[in-house]
T-cell receptor, first 113, second 115 residues
Framework: SQKIEQNSEALNIQEGKTATLTCNYT??????LQWYRQDPGRGPVFLLL?????KEKRKERLKVTFDTTLKQSLFHITASQPADSATYLC????????????FGQGTTLQVKP | NAGVMQNPRHLVRRRGQEARLRCSPM?????VYWYRQLPEEGLKFMVY????????ESGMPKERFSAEFPKEGPSILRIQQVVRGDSAAYFC?????????????FGEGSRLTVL
């Protein structure tokens, strides 16, 4: 069955360091992958989309890589700040014809000052 | 341009009662998705609707749950005879296009507590 896995353990890093979050998937051949941010008690907010023919995508301090051979995406936040503390979700389009998004369980990032 | 609006934000029901959750998509969006999020878990897809049509309900429990998106008015997720296990945050998201190839715009969620 199709599966998306993110590290369920919280990631704790020091302010200024680079945070790296991992998203692995199995039994998928997604055309693209998305990352969202979710703050406690709030709805997810879209951050980045990367297509299968793109190795890397950047947006300000964010960088996403997409390795379709390894079936993995890495999400990096450089020069991290306490305000970056949140849960980060990766999402793939389901292989069914309806194109719905399937989400990983998310990784919580805590940036300490 | 208002975002996705969900109401109520918080809803308390006793076992056996009905819960109705409403979602108004962003202006110009005709595709609505409902997701459920249990504490410490990820978003689980429930149903995908377009105006007056259910496109994909593969994530909906077979009993007690129903959803609609009428020609006029908000999308509604209805849970009949609620049980404690229905306590969760229910998120609605909208998209302007079919076969989502872009971002989903989420509401702030409706948090259902079943006593």
């Amino acid at each position: 069955s199709q599966k998306i896995e993110q590290n369920s353990e919280a990631l704790n890093i020091q302010e200024g360091k680079t945070a790296t979050l991992t998203c692995n998937y199995t039994n998928y051949s997604p055309a693209y992958l998305q990352w969202y941010r979710q703050d406690p008690g709030r709805g997810p907010v879209f951050l980045l989309l990367i297509r299968e023919n793109e190795k890397e995508k950047r947006k300000e301090r964010l960088k996403v890589t997409f390795d379709t051979t390894l079936k993995q995406s890495l999400f990096h936040i450089t020069a991290s700040q306490p305000a970056d503390s949140a849960t980060y979700l990766c999402a793939l389009v389901d292989s069914s014809n309806t194109g719905k998004l399937i989400f990983g369980q998310g990784t919580t990032l805590q940036v300490k000052p | 341009n208002a975002g996705v609006m969900q109401n109520p934000r918080h809803l308390v029901r006793r076992r056996g009662q009905e819960a109705r959750l409403r979602c108004s998509p962003m202006k110009g969006h005709s595709h609505v998705y409902w997701y459920r999020q249990l504490p410490e878990e990820g978003l689980k897809f429930m149903v995908y609707l377009q105006k007056e049509n259910i496109i994909d309900e593969s994530g909906m429990p077979k009993e007690r749950f129903s959803a609609e998106f009428p020609k006029e008015g908000p999308s509604i997720l209805r849970i009949q005879q609620v049980v404690r296990g229905d306590s969760a945050a229910y998120f609605c998201a909208s998209s302007p296009i079919s076969r989502n190839t872009g971002e989903l715009f989420f509401g702030e969620g409706s948090r259902l507590t079943v006593l």
